[in-house]
């Protein structure tokens, strides 16, 4: 459905965002019912089969072409589904709405420009520099009458970045006490390329939420209405939280896996799973 703003400009309907969200939330509860039904863990091919699909459609509907977050080439698309899917794949597929209902906003149309290019500039990859965090402060401190809504969430978000670091930090250290008391010095090559990615990425992801709101915002200026801006703002920090948190309570379940394998070997350690150290 395409309808027309007050000011001219076509806007999306914005059920259809959530329509994204909901088919994407409900495309990983039917993976894991049916991983459970059959006993095997289908969540990888899944995974692979979404941003697989994502980055040869994307590639036939240009999405090269349109001003958005995720604007990049087929490959890089994939690789960001694989690595962030519960928050990239339905942000595609309202993306992908619209430019098949014609109102997405192609990368020479200027439109807010200058709201754009200074709040989109946040979403790209300049996540700590010292001008992206200044431009985002301002903005959640800055809202007038809603500042009393969005100054306590800019808090949440930071407290939750800051426990996210330090969880992940934790979680890191668990991870190598935990191989290498169960599988040995070897395992730690392997591990070399998991720890960063436990370390780093839950934060960085809080603190994606904090720093990508103004821009998100700001983008879609002239093309929607304030209320679709605020549940499109909404609904990106809500699904970049809850990644977050499912991404821990992932690294929480491989550490008990490993832990598992041994658990006497790894309750020496200081790491315990889900089995007991007296389990056969």
């Given at each position: ?6 000011n ?5 309907d914005?059920m ?79 993306m ?15 439109i ?14 300049r996540?700590f ?14 809202r ?68 990508t ?33 499912f ?13 598992d ?20």
């Amino acid at each position: 459905m395409v309808v027309c703003s007050g000011n001219g400009f076509p806007r999306h309907d914005t059920m259809k965002t959530w329509l994204a969200i909901v088919f994407t939330i409900g495309l990983c509860v039917a993976c894991e019912v049916v991983s459970d039904l059959i006993d095997f863990n289908l969540s990888w091919i899944t995974i692979f089969g979404m941003a697989l699909w994502a980055a040869v459609d994307s590639s036939k509907i240009q999405l090269r072409r349109y001003r958005s977050w995720i604007s990049y080439g087929p490959v890089f698309l994939f690789f960001l589904c694989v690595l962030f899917g519960i928050v990239v794949f339905p942000w595609y597929l309202s993306m992908r709405h619209k430019i098949k209902s014609g109102t997405a906003v192609l990368k020479d149309r200027a439109i807010n420009v200058a709201a754009y290019e200074s709040a989109g500039s946040t979403s790209r990859a300049r996540m700590f520099d010292r001008r992206t965090i200044e431009y985002a402060t301002a903005w959640w401190f800055r809202r007038g009458g809603v500042s009393v809504l969005t100054i306590p969430i800019f808090f949440l978000l930071l407290f939750g970045t800051i426990g996210a670091f330090v969880e992940g930090g934790i979680e890191a250290f668990a991870y190598c006490k935990a191989t290498l008391a169960v599988l040995g010095w070897w395992a730690l090559i392997p591990l070399s390329f998991i720890c960063p990615f436990s370390l780093l990425m839950p934060g960085w992801i809080w603190w994606a939420a904090i720093i990508t709101a103004p821009g998100i915002y700001a983008a879609d200026e002239g093309t929607a209405s304030r209320g679709e801006r605020i549940w499109t703002v909404t609904g990106t920090i809500v699904l970049l939280v809850c990644s977050s948190m499912f991404m821990q309570w992932g690294h929480g379940k491989i550490i008990g896996w490993i832990a598992d394998r041994n658990p006497g070997a790894a309750f020496r350690a200081g790491v315990t799973g889900s089995r007991s150290p007296s389990s056969p």
